[in-house]
């Protein structure tokens, strides 16, 4: 299988998992905002616990750049929880070098509108 068809196999993977948590949360009564926020965090998880798993079992991985992707799209604190509770993904220095560049990115991002907002 070819590196290109299996990230797109796992982003649509977690494209789904997000759409269906998102829906999910957005049903118990939650708003829009929130509903993705969640979904897409909880989708990170999912795939992160599923990735440390595979690995265990040698079994086929969900590539990095869907993690950084899930990230990127606002699963970082989601992203961070499942590094620490599965302790996966947090000795390959490259993977945590992008990791943390995609949270100060956001962090930045989170600043700026909190400042443009209040000014």
């Not at 990230?7 to 009564?29: E, T």
């Not at 798993?53 to 989601?78: D, F, I, K, N, Y």
């Amino acid at each position: 299988m070819r590196i290109g068809s299996q990230i797109r196999r796992f982003l649509i993977a977690a494209l789904a998992v997000v759409v269906l948590l998102s829906a999910l949360c957005w049903r118990m009564g939650l708003g829009v905002l929130w509903s993705y926020v969640l979904g897409i965090n909880l989708a990170a998880v999912v795939l992160y616990g599923f990735d440390k798993l595979q690995a265990r079992r040698s079994g086929a991985r969900v590539p990095e750049a869907v993690l950084h992707l899930l990230a990127l799209a606002g699963g970082t604190p989601g992203a961070l929880l499942s590094q620490v509770l599965f302790r996966h993904k947090t000795r390959k220095r490259s993977f945590r070098t992008v990791f943390l560049l995609v949270a100060v990115l956001q962090a930045g991002a989170i600043a700026a509108y909190l400042l443009l907002r209040g000014g």
